[in-house]
């Protein structure tokens, strides 16, 4: 039933093409992007004037880096928070404020009594989810499913992306919602999620090598994870993956942040992950990286690069260069988290650990 695979979460993880696919299927009517259970009216979406996404784990990470579009697209404020610090602060809601709840389960304790305390301040929940009749979507005013389908290994792979892609499809519902993008504007965003699928095979292809490098970097200590904008999060949720499954002590920056601290850890050998932006998109950004990186490999880490194709002025400091399709920027993390996520998984099955079933852990965490 694991297809061929060591582990569940590698078929999971190469399933992600399929599950992105069915995430964004029949979104699209009539030139339109439409939600699934929609008990928001239109004019409500219109008036939205503020937006918090609240999750935990994974599901916080795909709010993060969900914020970048739903801002960019839609020039609303988007907040980003913990599930389980949101619902014990007093945050500002009102019945024009947004929060989308993301959870892979509906079932996660924290997010469901934020979802109960937002709505008992008149803001309007919509869930985004992957199981079907669950207790956040049941409580909330609208619902996203994920369609993903049944993830069985513990850790969350193909319902982050997914989630990613559902975010995404909240932020243009806004966005036409509220006229910040024209109608074909929409549409073209829409057909760039829809080439994902197929990007994120390709980025599938670095499977055995990605593989080849987490055999090697099984003894290590400790790793960092380095990225800025969207990459940023997805340093976070590869530390986080690595911390669940392989019991190592890793930790995601904002590449930015190195000189303010973290540049402190670097020593001889300490392997490095490096998500590069592309090279055309933010041009800037992708420079500060090239520097940063000169600065860690010159200390001594071994630095491993997760770069768009053809990114050749990254190649004389990648000591490993994994190399993903070229995308637009705000889908980026849709294949660069796929390499993360085989690292993380093939560095715990070289130190005998069950990937799908990591200690401590439960797929559905209903106490807090
Ligand atoms: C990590 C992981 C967890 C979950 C978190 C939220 O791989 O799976 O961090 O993302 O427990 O779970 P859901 O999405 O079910 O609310």
Redo the contacts with the bound molecule.
């Keep these: 039933e694991k297809g061929g695979h060591d582990y569940f979460m590698l078929k999971e993880i190469e399933e992600q093409p399929e599950a992105l696919a069915n995430t964004l299927r029949g979104h699209f009517d009539h030139g339109r992007i439409v939600l699934d259970e929609q008990r928001i009216a239109d004019q409500d979406l219109r008036d939205v004037d503020k937006v918090f996404v609240v999750?935990?784990?994974?599901?916080y990470h795909s709010g993060l880096i969900a914020k970048y579009a739903i801002e960019h697209w839609t020039r609303l404020p988007v907040e980003v928070e913990l599930a389980s610090e949101f619902r014990y602060r007093d945050p500002v809601l009102d019945r024009d404020t947004l929060v989308v709840a993301?959870?892979?389960?509906g079932e996660?304790a924290d997010?469901l009594e934020a979802v109960r305390h937002a709505r008992g301040q008149k803001a309007r929940v919509l869930a985004i989810c992957n199981t079907n009749g669950a207790q956040i979507p049941r409580e909330s005013d609208a619902v996203l499913y994920t369609h993903a389908g049944p993830e069985v290994g513990?850790?969350?792979t193909k319902t982050f992306t997914s989630q990613i892609a559902a975010n995404y499809l909240v932020g243009l519902a806004l966005a036409q919602a509220r006229g910040t993008k024209y109608p074909d504007e929409v549409a073209r965003e829409f057909a760039e999620l829809e080439a994902m699928p197929a990007a994120v095979q390709k980025a599938l292809s670095t499977v055995d090598h990605v593989r080849k490098l987490g055999r090697e970097m099984a003894d290590s200590k400790a790793v960092l994870f380095l990225g800025r904008h969207v990459g940023f999060p997805v340093a976070l949720e590869g530390a986080?993956?690595l911390k669940?499954l392989a019991y190592m002590h890793a930790e995601g920056f904002a590449a930015g942040e190195l000189k303010h601290g973290p540049i402190a850890l670097i020593e001889s050998g300490l392997p490095v992950v490096v998500v590069m932006p592309s090279p055309k998109g933010r041009g800037v950004l992708h420079a500060k990286l090239v520097s940063n990186i000169s600065e860690i490999q010159a200390r001594g880490a071994r630095t491993i690069v997760i770069a768009e194709e053809g990114d050749d002025t990254v190649r004389p400091f990648a000591d490993e260069l994994v190399e993903v399709p070229a995308v637009p920027t705000l889908l980026q993390p849709l294949v660069s988290s796929v390499p993360l996520q085989v690292l993380a998984a093939e560095i715990a099955r070289t130190r005998g650990y069950d990937v799908d079933k990591p200690r401590n852990l439960a797929k559905?965490?209903t106490v807090e």
């Design positions: 999750a935990c784990g994974t599901a993301i959870s892979q389960s996660t997010t513990v850790a969350a986080l993956k669940e559905s965490v």
